[in-house]
């Protein structure tokens, strides 16, 4: 009954549950020394005149902790299989967990050695006993399995088996998979109190176990959240970096007949790229953009501004109070990153030839002030398209803070209010 579980699942010559190091598997009932398997509970003794249901319900208690502080799902479902066998009294046991075709998928041992579960064979399907459970998802106990009509044996090398319990283990309404104990130690075979014992930490399995789903998912989740604030930090910095160099190449040709100037533009980009590079390698490795790194947010907007000025026909001008910037020094990254986006916006769609920057202080809140003299533009028919508006809404709001975009024959304004 108790087969091996797939290669995949379990390695038996590196002692593994997928990836992770598997428990003792040695039967213990023989001579020689034991030793208490990593990540199993200690056994607690038990003062004179506990009765074996106190003892139990202890046990019960320390086992629904110890599922709880589990979140890797592999380890659970075998730390599951393990406190199994410690409140039932079982010499062997196992978790048959159910796959999308209604057969087995995963069969988790604890009781047989590895040279046992290396002998005995294949992952077993779900046929005779174990296939009973998977029919008709109840509590099934046995004095002899070979006693039962729908017992079909054991494979060769399978070590002997007579008393079972079996007990179906359901999340959120539908059957994950089983609980298989058998040999019943210090009794002929498993009573009602037994079988209530392994149906109760069933229960709290199943809560574990969807727990360790949601760790899991909760996980994805960040990790897909993380993707789009990469992909919104490479398209607020570094392609903004590289689309403002690419204007300050192509204003390169007005200078064309001028070596010295030609000779420094093309420096001045070269930095930029550098940069621009070194901010990406940022990126990767999970750290900040270089200006706000390198430089006061001060100087840093200075330089943001001057290289988008180089590259275009606008005038850019730039007014920081001291207060203000030192106020947002921790958030120094995305207020450069607010002030690119603002810029780029304004230099590439504006159509004016003036941008007035400022970062100011007051009444309890820092304000980025962005205002160019441009035709202006439809502010809402505008929300949708691209990355720009909705990105300077998220960073703001992600600082607790607010972006208000007005536009008219004018020009437009963006002003970021980020409260102390």
């Given at each position: ?5 797939l290669?995949?699942?379990?390695s038996?010559?590196?002692?593994t549950?997928?990836g ?5 598997f040695?039967?213990?009932?023989g001579?020689?020394?034991?030793k ?5 509970p ?22 629904g ?10 380890a ?34 604890d ?8 002998e005995i ?6 046929g005779?006993?174990l296939g009973?459970l ?5 509590p099934?106990?046995l ?12 494979p ?15 999340v959120?309404?539908s ?13 002929p075979e498993?009573d009602?109190d037994?079988?209530?014992a392994?149906?109760t930490l069933?229960a ?11 760790h899991?998912?909760v996980?994805?989740l ?5 993707r ?5 930090e490479?398209?607020d910095?570094?392609?903004q ?7 300050a190449?192509?204003?390169a040709?007005?200078v ?5 100037a030609i000779d420094?533009r ?16 940022n ?13 006061h ?9 001057s290289?988008?000025?180089?590259g ?18 921790g ?6 990153q607010?002030a ?10 504006s ?39 909705g990105?300077?809404?998220?960073r ?8 208000s975009?007005?536009?008219?024959e ?6 970021v209010?980020?409260?102390?």
């Amino acid at each position: 009954m108790l087969h091996t579980s797939l290669a995949s699942s379990i390695s038996l010559e590196g002692r593994t549950v997928r990836g992770r190091p598997a428990p003792d598997f040695r039967d213990r009932s023989g001579p020689g020394p034991r030793k208490r398997p990593l990540g199993r509970p200690r056994k607690v003794g038990y003062a004179p005149g506990v009765s074996n249901a106190e003892r139990r319900q202890k046990a019960l208690v320390s086992a629904g902790l110890a599922l709880a502080s589990e979140l890797s799902l592999p380890a659970l479902l075998q730390r599951i299989v393990e406190l199994a066998r410690e409140v039932s009294g079982a010499r062997y046991g196992a978790l048959g967990v159910l796959g999308s075709d209604g057969f087995l998928s995963d069969f988790l041992t604890d009781g047989i050695t590895p040279e046992q579960r290396s002998e005995i064979g294949n992952l077993p399907h779900g046929g005779g006993i174990l296939g009973v459970l998977i029919r008709d998802a109840k509590p099934l106990r046995l004095a002899r399995i070979s006693d039962d009509p729908r017992s079909v044996g054991f494979p060769p090398n399978h070590p002997p088996m007579t008393s079972f319990l079996g007990v179906p283990v359901a999340v959120r309404g539908s059957v994950f998979g089983n609980l298989y104990l058998t040999e019943k130690q210090g009794a002929p075979e498993f009573d009602q109190d037994d079988e209530e014992a392994v149906v109760t930490l069933a229960a709290q399995a199943a809560v574990a176990i969807e727990n360790a789903r949601l760790h899991a998912e909760v996980r994805r989740l960040a990790v897909v959240d993380e993707r789009e604030r990469i992909a919104k930090e490479l398209h607020d910095d570094i392609i903004q970096s590289l689309f403002a160099e690419g204007m300050a190449l192509q204003a390169a040709r007005a200078v064309v007949d001028d070596p010295n100037a030609i000779d420094a533009r093309l420096g001045h980009a070269v930095d930029n790229i550098d940069r621009v590079i070194r901010d990406l390698r940022n990126y990767v490795f999970g750290l900040r953009p270089g200006a706000a790194a390198d430089t006061h947010l001060d100087v840093a907007l200075r330089d943001l501004a001057s290289g988008f000025a180089e590259g275009s026909a606008v005038a850019i001008s730039v007014d920081v109070e001291p207060i203000a910037a030192s106020l947002l020094a921790g958030v120094a990254p995305d207020v450069i990153q607010l002030a690119r986006e603002a810029l780029s916006n304004a230099v590439r769609h504006s159509g004016g030839d003036r941008i007035v920057l400022s970062l100011r202080h007051g009444e309890g809140r820092s304000m980025l002030r962005i205002e160019d003299n441009g035709k202006g533009f439809d502010v809402e028919g505008s929300r949708s398209s691209g990355h720009g508006l909705g990105n300077l809404v998220a960073r703001a709001t992600d600082l607790e803070g607010s972006c208000s975009i007005e536009s008219d024959e004018r020009g437009t304004r963006v002003v970021v209010t980020i409260p102390d």
